[in-house]
């Protein structure tokens, strides 16, 4: 399964990308306006820094422009993602970059149905969002079940790029399911290290360490 790194912020990346937990990286207009930053050229640093796939966020909302914005930021490194909202004109602009050879993110997807369009559209991506279906009560894991089994009975290859990540269980779930990648904010990640069990054997050690004195170097 491969890990995409939610955020603008290049220090929280490159954090990740050391530990070799940071397949890519996903932003969106909330993501950086957070980080205070202009969109091109934090993006450029991200993309610098990162060797896999960086989505960037296209801010029309008319196919046309869409398009117009995609090809420019297509133009920032090889591994740019053009990321673009489910909607019809969305899936407009889809279709006509896909077939120029970019690589497509479409986004703020919340039913099978959509996803079912970004994938005949030809999107490499499809993103559907866990935790906001979940906020509204619906289960979001449920959504990233059904693609599956859609993609999967029919061969499409975009892949189920799950996000809209707030829990580590959100994690291991979409792992059992089959989603290709995750995206999930830094901290969600680096929490995927802990366990209670694993602080509490750690003080038992500790105090046996100090107790008898051991030392290696
Ligand atoms: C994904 O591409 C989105 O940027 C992100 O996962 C949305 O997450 P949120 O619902 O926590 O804002």
Redesign the pocket.
């Known amino acids: 399964m491969k890990f995409f790194v939610?955020t603008a912020d290049v220090d929280a990346i490159r954090e990740l990308n050391d530990l070799g937990f940071c397949d890519g990286v996903?932003?969106?207009p909330?993501?950086i306006k957070k980080s205070g930053r202009d969109i091109l050229e934090v993006t450029k640093e991200i993309c610098d820094l990162v060797d896999g796939p960086v989505?960037a966020?296209v801010v029309a909302l008319d196919a046309d422009t869409m398009i117009a914005e995609g090809r420019k930021l297509a133009q920032i490194a090889d591994n740019v993602v053009i990321?673009l909202p489910l909607t019809l004109d969305g899936l407009k602009a889809c279709k006509v970059l896909a077939s120029e050879g970019h690589k497509i993110?479409v986004?703020l997807c919340f039913s099978a149905n959509q996803a079912l369009l970004a994938a005949k559209a030809g999107a490499t991506f499809i993103?559907p969002?866990i935790?906001?279906l979940d906020d509204i009560n619906i289960d979001g894991l449920d959504l990233i079940e059904d693609i599956r089994t859609i993609y999967d009975n029919y061969g499409y290859d975009t892949e189920i790029?799950a996000?809209?990540?707030?829990t580590v269980n959100h994690i291991s779930e979409c792992a059992k399911i089959g989603a290709d990648v995750i995206?999930?904010?830094a901290n969600v990640i680096k929490a995927m290290a802990n366990h209670v069990l694993t602080d509490k054997g750690l003080d038992a050690f500790v105090a046996d360490i100090k107790a008898a004195g051991i030392k290696i170097l």
């Open positions: 939610d996903t932003t969106n909330s993501l989505s966020e990321k993110n986004t993103s969002f935790g906001r790029l996000a809209s990540i707030r995206t999930a904010p």
